[in-house]
């Protein structure tokens, strides 16, 4: 079976032979395999953006390939979502916003409305305000409008690119678990780009670590979080509770150091607590 994602020395260089050319994918091989949860973490300029652009086609590698499915032609079949993606909204209502792109593939009338409405309740939007103007929602709410938008394209993979800048934290939550959900429920395989080491620990399956165009790490949090020093030397704090932990076993506390989560920790204090 193929990968969802696979990349094969993929190198990509802006201004290719002018005085202002630059290197900014450098020989990447990776495989995301279907259904999986994958971050994508790195310093600015990096070139994370520019790797997840290349996944629906945006940018076209200088050299090497990028393979959906084992194909090298896939546009429709990657969602990807920008930064900020409510900025993007525009209809008057919430219903035809997400209509927008069905009805630009020149579907027919039911399947339209049948792929809206799964898509606008799949990111838990209520159907009371689907009549809605979008801009009258919460930072949260327009967010996964914007997503919605997208999934109704039905892309075999979703793509997104900071997806919880700017939002509060139940903005965020909210996002999170309705993204959880389509990863756990319908299998869709999902990248994310993020600068929230929590939220990296939390929900992906795998890790990747760019740097300077280059892949750096590609394992599971656990593993690529156990790399403090390496991570810091290239301006990557791991999550903060992995400091919290080193504290306490510094204290002679008896706990695994490899907790990432506030939850696993909380658990295992508790455990540790019942046990003394």
């Known amino acids: 079976m193929p990968f969802a994602i696979q990349t094969k020395d993929l190198t990509h260089v802006y201004n290719q032979n002018t005085s202002f050319e630059k290197k ?7 495989k995301v395999e279907k259904g999986e949860f994958v971050g994508i973490i790195g310093h600015t300029g990096s070139g994370k953006s520019t790797l997840i652009q290349t996944f629906n086609g945006l940018i076209k590698p200088t050299e090497g390939l990028v393979l959906i499915n084992g194909e090298t ?7 990807l979502v920008f930064q900020y993606p409510e900025h993007q ?11 927008y792109g069905p009805t630009n593939l020149g579907l027919d009338e039911q399947e339209i409305k049948k792929r809206v409405e799964n898509s606008l309740r799949l990111v838990g939007i209520p159907e009371k305000i689907w009549q809605n103007t979008p801009f009258s929602l919460s930072g949260g709410q327009k967010r996964r409008v914007a997503i919605a938008g997208v999934l109704a394209m039905n892309p075999e993979i979703l793509v997104l690119d900071e997806p919880t800048a700017g939002l509060d934290p139940k ?4 996002l999170f678990n309705q993204l959880q959900y389509m990863h756990k ?3 869709i395989t999902i990248v994310l780009i993020s600068h929230s080491m929590e939220d990296v620990a939390k929900y992906v399956d795998k890790v990747i670590v760019l740097e300077k165009g280059k892949v750096k790490y590609c394992n ?7 790399n403090v020093e390496e991570l810091e030397g290239i301006g990557l704090a791991p999550p903060q509770i992995k400091y919290i932990i ?3 076993i510094n204290n002679g506390i008896e706990i695994d150091e490899n907790i990432l ?10 455990h540790y607590l019942k046990n003394r």
Do not use: C, H, M, Q
């Not at 032609?73 to 969602?79: A, E, L, M, S, T």
């Not at 909204?89 to 209509?99: A, G, M, Q, R």
């Not at 599971?220 to 156990?226: A, G, H, N, S």
């Not at 989560?261 to 658990?267: P, S």
């Open 89 to 99: 909204l525009f209809e008057l209502t919430v219903y035809k916003d997400v209509e």
């Open 24 to 30: 900014v994918l450098d020989n990447i091989n990776i």
């Open 246 to 248: 080193k504290e306490l």
């Open 220 to 226: 599971t949090p656990k593993e690529v979080f156990k």
């Open 171 to 174: 903005g965020r939550d909210e």
């Open 185 to 187: 429920n319908l299998g």
């Open 73 to 79: 032609k896939f546009r429709d079949k990657v969602g």
């Open 261 to 270: 989560t506030v939850e696993e920790a909380a658990v295992a204090i508790s």
